[in-house]
């Protein structure tokens, strides 16, 4: 009997440890099922790196960054630390790319903690909810998911604060990314970005904490700031995982 019991012990935690398995945030590398942590030692060290990098513009770590989007009606942009295509290590890179693909609530949590850490003035948080720029439906269907959406849910959560799935992408035909100039990813974004009337109410007399991966021009944190305030929005505040300084 003790023999059967012991037996039964080992298999529950073998299973124990192909349930949980946990991967790097990162790179996605496999860690040990109780390693205390969401990245390996090498994304980590680079990610804090990435993060204290000193933004071109202003002269400030990225992670202080204030830097405005040209010409936009967003009130403030932050953001976590520097995108690079270039550098096949950027963590930055990698963790858009697992927002984007991997569904994994792990990176999530991961993105969604640092972002409240990045928010220093959380007093001014009253009165505030998340709202999530909006994925193009075809993305959302090969996915299964809408990661900005999930992304702002998620960082209400660890604020404390409302959420309101107010916007929706009407699915135009033209990807925001194969456009180059200011005008033109703007315009496209104003054609694909709408609201939800039935939710409305929501955001009224709010002000809004706009939560997107990645921003390049800010078209559509631009366009997503233009509609919330035609609908009564007071402010909109953005906050995102990376900003790809390359192209502006
Ligand atoms: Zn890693
Ligand atoms: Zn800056």
Request: hydrophobic fraction near 30%; glycine fraction near 6%; include cysteine.
């Amino acid at each position: 009997m003790i023999h059967y019991m012991n037996r039964l012990k080992k298999i529950k935690e073998k299973l124990l440890k192909i349930m949980f398995v946990k991967r790097c945030v990162g790179c996605g590398q496999l860690l040990a099922y109780d390693y205390d942590g969401y990245m390996c030692d090498t994304c980590y060290e680079k990610w804090e790196d990435e993060k204290t990098e000193v933004c071109p513009n202003c002269m400030e770590e990225h992670v202080k960054c204030e830097c405005r989007f040209y010409n936009s009606r967003v009130d403030s942009v932050r953001h976590l630390a520097p995108y690079s295509s270039q550098d096949e290590e950027n963590v930055a890179n990698m963790l858009v790319y697992a927002l984007k693909r991997s569904n994994d609530s792990d990176v999530f949590d991961f993105v969604a903690n640092e972002m409240a850490d990045n928010l220093v003035n959380k007093k001014k948080l009253e009165n505030t909810v998340c709202v999530g720029v909006p994925r193009g439906p075809r993305n959302i269907k090969k996915y299964g998911y809408d990661h900005a959406k999930k992304l702002a849910k998620r960082l209400a959560e660890v604020l404390e604060i409302g959420y309101a799935d107010v916007l929706f992408h009407k699915g135009g035909k033209t990807e925001q990314k194969k456009l180059d100039h200011v005008e033109q990813r703007r315009e496209n974004a104003r054609k694909n970005c709408s609201i939800k009337k039935k939710t409305i109410d929501n955001i009224r007399g709010k002000n809004i904490l706009l939560v997107d991966d990645i921003g390049t021009t800010g078209s559509m944190a631009t366009a997503c700031a233009e509609l919330l305030k035609e609908h009564g929005a007071l402010r909109v505040d953005c906050i995102l995982c990376t900003r790809n300084e390359g192209k502006s």
